[in-house]
């Protein structure tokens, strides 16, 4: 993957029916997914359970793009190397998740898969300053990570305003997960946000039988961050 700043649509399959999920991945891919998002929740460090490594090693064949796998998980450390036999092509760790992020993140650099840092709501945007030569991603939650179809937590847009300043001329996106939708999204991108991911904005109204839906959900959202960047 050559870097590159230009706003990429990564649905969560947390939105998508459970019982189809191959299916449910080709027909977003179709419709203009830039990346499938796959959350990963351990009833511990957030309150629901999701995805172990065999069924993101399912998924792994229905996504032709790029699997994005973001672990709410602690600890980290004992599963990183599963989740990148399971074939993530990127594994995003959040720095709330236990002591040692730097070594987790060191980790996962070591599978040879791209690194992700993600902050809770909560959490300063400094918390990730001297982590930044080690990541591909900074992924800024705008919910309190869990459950989709929260409401979007407007500090979320002063966070990416920040990190953006920080990461300067690096090669390092920043995404943002929760409550992001036609329009929350206008100002995330104008911040420096280059990654949304989306749920329910994208799943919303559609199904495999009517995944038209799901394309113009995605075209809906793209056409509200490029109206943004063009007012900018
Ligand atoms: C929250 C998850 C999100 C969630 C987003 O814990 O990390 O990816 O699925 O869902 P929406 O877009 O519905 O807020
Ligand atoms: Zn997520």
């Not at 019982?19 to 977003?28: L, P, Q, S, V």
């Not at 898969?113 to 982590?131: F, H, Q, W």
């Not at 206008?186 to 919303?204: I, K, T, Y």
Request: glycine fraction near 10%; hydrophobic fraction near 45%.
């Amino acid at each position: 993957m050559s870097f590159d700043r230009s706003i990429k649509i990564a649905p969560s399959i947390l939105s998508a029916d459970f019982a189809d999920f191959g299916r449910e991945i080709r027909a977003i891919e179709a419709q203009g997914a830039d990346w499938v998002h796959v959350d990963v929740m351990d009833g511990h460090f957030v309150p629901n359970l999701t995805f172990g490594p065999p069924a993101v090693k399912a998924f792994r064949p229905h996504v032709k793009t790029f699997m994005d796998v973001h672990l709410m998980i602690a600890p980290v450390d004992p599963y990183i190397d599963a989740y990148a036999e399971a074939g993530a092509d990127m594994i995003t760790a959040h720095v709330e998740a236990g002591p040692h992020i730097h070594r987790t993140l060191q980790a996962i650099r070591a599978t040879g898969k791209k690194a992700g840092v993600s902050l809770n709501p909560g959490t300063p945007a400094e918390s990730i300053e001297y982590l930044l030569d080690l990541v591909d991603l900074v992924l800024v939650m705008s919910v309190n990570p869990g459950f989709g179809g929260q409401k979007f937590i407007p500090s979320a847009v002063d966070k990416v305003r920040k990190i953006r300043a920080m990461i300067g001329d690096r090669p390092i996106h920043i995404q943002v997960d929760g409550g992001v939708d036609p329009t929350t999204v206008g100002p995330l991108v104008e911040a420096g946000a280059d990654c949304l991911v989306a749920g329910s904005a994208v799943f919303r109204g559609g199904s495999v039988d009517k995944p038209e839906v799901y394309g113009a959900n995605i075209r809906a959202i793209r056409e509200a961050a490029a109206r943004a960047l063009q007012a900018a």
